[in-house]
């Protein structure tokens, strides 16, 4: 059974860089016609796709958040990375990693998330 | 706010039936995306529940149904349960403004 699970700082402060880490178990990371997202959830609020990476390298981005996000992925480590710089408490959320279908574009598999705060 | 809204909350008794309703656009649903709903209890990670529209993934129970028409989607609860209050999301692809994975913004279900 394929899993996948969040790590990194839970406070973060406001105008630095948001780095976050998902390990894929379970399967492969190269394999087949999968992306590897990020995915989060600001408090009371809804889910929003941040972007996701191919074991490539190759990336897609959300518009919205592209100029600040970058996304990384390590093969040798079954892993694959999130950045987000110059956050602001805007940024606070739930973040999920997630494999992504592409085609279809919709995630099967999602980390059981991490919160990050972001401080003044 | 988001291209593709759900209404914040429905409910149902125990055994009803009730649908969660997705809207979108042509830039979303409307162009032919496929539309995937999620169950998501606070807390946990996201559930698959059904993606391409009207299929569930195994271990999905036959309980959830999805349809969709023209710009908007549907999902169907039967049977309702006590363990189905939760949050449902429709999410599909947006190729507006660069092109992007969207969600609604998320129904809470709960059950009376």
């Known amino acids: 059974q394929l899993q996948l699970q969040e790590s990194g700082p839970g406070l973060v402060k406001a105008s630095e860089t948001l780095s976050l880490t998902c390990t894929v178990s379970?399967?492969?990371?190269?394999?087949?016609?999968?992306?590897w997202g990020w995915i989060r959830q600001p408090p009371g609020k809804g889910l929003e796709w941040i972007g996701s990476v191919y074991y490539t390298g190759s990336t897609d981005y959300n518009p919205s958040l592209k100029s600040r996000v970058t996304i990384s992925v390590d093969t040798s480590r079954s892993q694959f990375s999130l950045r987000l710089s110059s956050v602001t408490a805007t940024d606070t959320s739930i973040y999920y990693c997630a494999r992504h279908i592409v085609p279809g574009y919709y995630f099967d598999y999602w980390g059981q998330g991490t919160l990050v705060t972001v401080s003044s | 706010q988001s291209v593709v809204t759900q209404p914040p909350s429905v409910s149902g008794a125990p055994g009803q039936r009730v649908t969660i309703s997705c809207t979108g656009s042509?830039?979303?649903?409307?162009?032919?995306?496929?539309v995937h709903w999620y169950q998501h209890l606070p807390g946990t990670a996201p559930k698959l529940l059904i993606y391409a529209n009207t299929i569930r993934p195994s271990g999905v129970s036959d309980r959830f149904s999805g349809s969709k028409s023209g710009t908007s989607a549907s999902l169907a609860i039967t049977g309702l349960r006590a363990d189905d209050e939760a949050d449902y999301y429709c999410q599909s692809y947006d190729h507006s403004l660069g092109g992007s994975g969207v969600f609604g913004g998320g129904t809470r279900l709960t059950v009376l």
């Open positions: 042509r830039s979303n649903i409307g162009a032919g995306y496929d």
């Open positions: 379970g399967g492969s990371i190269t394999r087949g016609n999968f992306y």
